[in-house]
C-alpha cells in the first residue's frame, strides 16, 4: 500500500472496488471516520459507569443485570436497576424504576428540562414510550438489544413525528462492559439450569 510520508497514513484505499482518497482513520476516510464517531464527555463516562454499578448490583440478586441512572445538572436524581422478580412487577424495568425513583424524590410527576437518562442496555417499547411522557431530553445507552430494542434496533420510537416529544439518543457508550456482563449473566443461569435437569 502507497504510505504518503506527510501523514504516515495510507493516502489512498480500495473500498467498493473503488479507489477513496485518504487520509484513513479506523478504515474509513477521515471525514467519515468523524461523522460516524460519538465523542462522550468525562462525566458521560462517570455516569454510565454508575449505570453498570446497579447492573451489577441486579445480577447479584439474580435480576437481568441492567442498569440506570437519571441525571440532572450532573446530579443524580433518580437510577434503578432491572427488578421485576424482586419487586413482583412486570413493568420494573431499569428505566422505569429510575424514573419512579426520580419522581418520587422530587414529589411530582414532571421531571425538570434537561434531564439525561443513562441506561445499559437499549430500551424496550414500554420504556421508551415511559420516557417520552416523561420528557426525558437525552437518553444514552451502551449495548443495543438487537431482538427487541426499540430506539435502533427493530424500530426508532425516539424520533417519531406523531409524538410531540423527540429525544435526543446517543448510543454505544461502554457497550463491551455491558455485553459482556449480560453474557456472563445468561452464560451462568444456563449453566445452573443444566446442572438442575
Ligand atoms: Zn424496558
Given amino acids: 500500500?502507497?504510505?504518503?510520508?506527510?501523514?504516515?497514513?495510507?493516502?489512498?484505499?480500495?473500498?467498493?472496488?473503488?479507489?477513496?482518497?485518504?487520509?484513513?482513520?479506523?478504515?474509513?476516510?477521515?471525514?467519515?471516520?468523524?461523522?460516524?464517531?460519538?465523542?462522550?464527555?468525562?462525566?458521560?463516562?462517570?455516569?454510565?459507569?454508575?449505570?453498570?454499578?446497579?447492573?451489577?448490583?441486579?445480577?447479584?440478586?439474580?435480576?437481568v443485570p441492567v442498569g440506570a441512572v437519571l441525571?440532572?445538572?450532573?446530579?443524580?436524581?433518580?437510577?434503578?436497576?432491572?427488578?421485576?422478580?424482586?419487586?413482583?412487577?412486570?413493568?420494573?424495568?431499569?428505566?422505569?424504576?429510575?424514573?419512579?425513583?426520580?419522581?418520587?424524590?422530587?414529589?411530582?410527576?414532571?421531571?425538570?428540562l434537561q434531564t439525561t437518562l443513562y441506561v445499559t442496555l437499549e430500551p424496550c417499547t414500554m420504556c421508551i414510550g415511559a420516557l417520552i411522557h416523561a420528557r426525558v431530553d437525552r437518553l444514552i445507552y451502551a449495548a443495543s438489544e438487537p431482538r427487541a430494542g426499540m430506539v435502533g434496533s427493530q424500530m426508532n420510537l425516539s424520533v417519531q413525528p406523531f409524538y410531540n416529544h423527540n429525544i435526543h439518543v446517543h448510543r454505544g457508550l461502554c457497550s463491551d462492559h455491558s455485553s459482556q456482563m449480560l453474557k456472563a449473566f445468561f452464560r451462568e443461569r444456563r449453566k445452573a439450569a443444566k446442572n438442575i435437569t
Fill in 1 to 63: 500500500m502507497l504510505i504518503n510520508p506527510m501523514t504516515n497514513l495510507p493516502p489512498y484505499q480500495f473500498m467498493n472496488g473503488q479507489l477513496i482518497k485518504g487520509p484513513f482513520m479506523n478504515g474509513l476516510p477521515i471525514s467519515e471516520a468523524f461523522a460516524t464517531c460519538t465523542f462522550w464527555s468525562v462525566q458521560d463516562v462517570k455516569w454510565m459507569q454508575k449505570a453498570l454499578q446497579l447492573a451489577k448490583q441486579g445480577a447479584k440478586a439474580g435480576e
Fill in 71 to 112: 441525571v440532572h445538572h450532573q446530579q443524580i436524581i433518580g437510577q434503578g436497576f432491572n427488578e421485576p422478580i424482586g419487586r413482583h412487577d412486570a413493568t420494573a424495568h431499569a428505566e422505569i424504576v429510575a424514573l419512579r425513583d426520580a419522581c418520587a424524590r422530587l414529589k411530582n410527576y414532571r421531571l425538570p
